[in-house]
């Protein structure tokens, strides 16, 4: 015969999934004999509470598009490799006061040097700090916006790329724009100038944006609103890129293994 105690550990499970609190039926891990009732209600309550922030955090990222595991953990700052970063900029970035402040964040570098990556990483620290984030692909984006169908379907796409708190802008300038897509790329970062923050990242120095961008004018305009109240994080360095870099290290790995065998 079961006795009363797994019984019970049964009913505890079956209530603790139908009202939705399923981390209760590991309880087993949280609750100590020695401790009073008090302190291991608040226990649980604390390893509830965790669990829902856990499961809202994540739901948060996927709604802004953002990728999980592009985070700052993941993310290895090596100075000589990114000469012109440093720790103090990169932990004040990550602290998000340039959300709270309405500043932008300009990521400038050739290929696989991490734009993407701490962009990304910047969007999961403000997204945890509660701030609505949204991550977009420039030409998606832009096309996007040229594939609306009529005005309101444009006005409801230009709606959610103007109210995040912070919009991250990755690959600005990857393809030559149209006059019309450079005319959207234009307004979007107009409207949100002072009112929100936004992050670009792009392989170009602002000197060569009249390349992508159709309109000298329009470049001038739209670069002055960025580095007006901006960051500019210089993300280039010697050496090659991290993929490349990590792409030796695997093959030297291989090489060693071949040689023990
Ligand atoms: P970029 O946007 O500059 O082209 P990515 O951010 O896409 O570069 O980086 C290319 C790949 O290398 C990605 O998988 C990224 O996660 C990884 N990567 C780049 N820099 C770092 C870094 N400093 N630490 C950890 N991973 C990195
Ligand atoms: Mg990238």
Redesign the pocket.
Same mark, same amino acid.
């Given at each position: 015969m079961e006795s009363n105690g797994g019984h019970l550990q049964k009913m505890i499970a079956l209530l603790a999934k139908e009202l939705r609190i399923g981390q209760i039926a590991n309880y087993g891990d949280i609750v100590k004999a020695e401790l009073s009732f008090e302190e291991n209600l608040f226990e649980l309550l604390k390893s509830m509470a965790a669990s829902r922030e856990e499961i809202s955090l994540a739901r948060r990222i996927k709604i802004g598009n953002l990728l999980p595991n &592009?985070n700052f953990d993941? +993310?290895? +700052?090596?100075p000589k490799t990114?000469p012109h970063v440093s720790l103090k900029i990169l932990e004040e970035l990550r602290s998000c006061e340039f959300v709270t402040k309405k500043m932008d964040i300009i990521l400038i #570098?050739?290929?696989?040097? #991490? &734009?993407?990556?701490?962009a990304n990483a910047l969007g999961i620290e403000a997204t945890k700090k509660r701030h609505k984030v949204r991550f977009v692909v420039a030409d998606k984006m832009l096309t996007a916006m040229m594939e609306a169908q009529n005005d309101r379907e444009l006005a409801k796409i230009t709606e959610s790329l103007i109210k995040p708190d912070l919009l991250i802008v990755?690959e600005v300038g990857y393809f030559t724009y149209s006059p019309s897509k450079s005319n959207m790329l234009f307004r979007v970062i107009r409207d949100r100038n002072e009112n929100a923050s936004t992050i670009v990242?792009t392989n170009y120095e602002f000197t060569r944006w009249k390349e992508f961008m159709s309109e000298q004018g329009l470049t001038l305009a739209m670069v002055d609103r960025l580095v007006f109240l901006s960051t500019v994080l210089d993300?280039s360095g010697p050496g090659p890129?991290?993929?490349l870099r990590?792409g030796q290290k695997r093959l030297r790995m291989r090489e060693e293994l071949a040689d023990d065998e």
């Open positions: &592009k993941t +993310f290895e +700052f090596d990114l #570098g050739p290929p696989g040097r #991490g &734009k993407t990556h701490l990755d990242t993300m890129s991290y993929r990590m």
